[in-house]
């Protein structure tokens, strides 16, 4: 399935240690919805399906409902991948409206303390959970992202934590700090062997076979083929975490962007080592 990933704002109220967001990075918002519009249809038409919108904060845009509609007119399925944080009465209503694929939220740890620890933001945690719990309530569709970060102990709690709200829950060693590795960031960064370390431990309880241990890979990556990112300036990128810019959407070059996106991410390859 063939996904965009909109990044709709720079902002956000948390200030994760290992955002893949440089903190100097300029803040921005997408603007000019008309352009979106056409840029949705566009992709559409080369077969982009899935439209995941996120940020940053995507629920901190003040127009964000008007891009999730925007989205809903052009036939994308649509998912939100948000903190949580924000989650009141009113966005419960609309995402029961929306009928999203998933309002996918972050979690680093069962430990509250632990997880406000990353996000640098006291109460977040709780602010979270509570989030969840009212789309759960309201049924919509919702689900929870971790990612493998060093020095979390109290990771693999949130297995049973998600079981017991009954909440689809996945771990990825795919969520991490910019391909520009800084150090302070990339110190936090989880390795090939913990996480397979926690694929064994969540397989072992659910009665399944681990896939692709052996081969984990950067280069079965499918940025700038199957997925691709749109930055609130409405650059195009390879993936959300891939530094270097395709150039910027203007209408009409979006199969330009994404041949110029993938071979930018294959030269980034052919230099590491697997």
Request: charge should be negative; aromatic fraction near 10%; glycine fraction near 6%.
């Amino acid at each position: 399935m063939k996904t965009l990933e909109l990044e709709i704002t720079d902002l956000c109220n948390e200030k994760c240690l290992h955002c893949y967001q440089p903190e100097k990075k300029e803040k921005g918002l997408l603007k000019d919805l008309d352009k979106l519009d056409t840029l949705f249809a566009e992709f559409g038409d080369i077969g982009f399906i899935h439209a995941v919108i996120t940020g940053g904060e995507p629920l901190l845009h003040p127009k964000f409902k008007e891009i999730c509609k925007l989205a809903q007119k052009n036939r994308y399925l649509i998912s939100i991948k948000t903190n949580g944080t924000l989650i009141d009465d009113n966005l419960v209503e609309f995402f029961k409206e929306l009928k999203p694929r998933t309002v996918e939220m972050s979690l680093y740890s069962a430990d509250k303390e632990e997880h406000d620890f990353i996000t640098r933001v006291s109460g977040s945690f709780e602010m979270t959970i509570n989030g969840l719990k009212k789309l759960k309530k309201a049924g919509v569709k919702c689900s929870v992202m971790t990612p493998v970060l060093k020095g979390v102990k109290h990771w693999k709690e949130l297995f049973y934590l998600m079981k017991e709200m009954n909440v689809p829950w996945g771990c990825s060693q795919n969520i991490h700090s910019s391909f520009d590795e800084r150090a302070e960031v990339e110190e936090f960064k989880g390795t090939s062997e913990s996480y397979i370390d926690f694929l064994e431990f969540v397989n072992e309880l659910e009665g399944q076979k681990i896939n692709n241990v052996d081969n984990l890979c950067f280069k079965e990556c499918q940025g700038g083929v199957s997925t691709v990112c749109v930055a609130p300036d409405y650059s195009v990128r390879a993936c959300i975490s891939f530094p270097e810019t395709a150039g910027i959407y203007t209408g009409g070059n979006a199969e330009e962007l994404l041949k110029k996106a993938r071979t930018q991410l294959e030269e980034r390859f052919a230099k590491l080592e697997c």
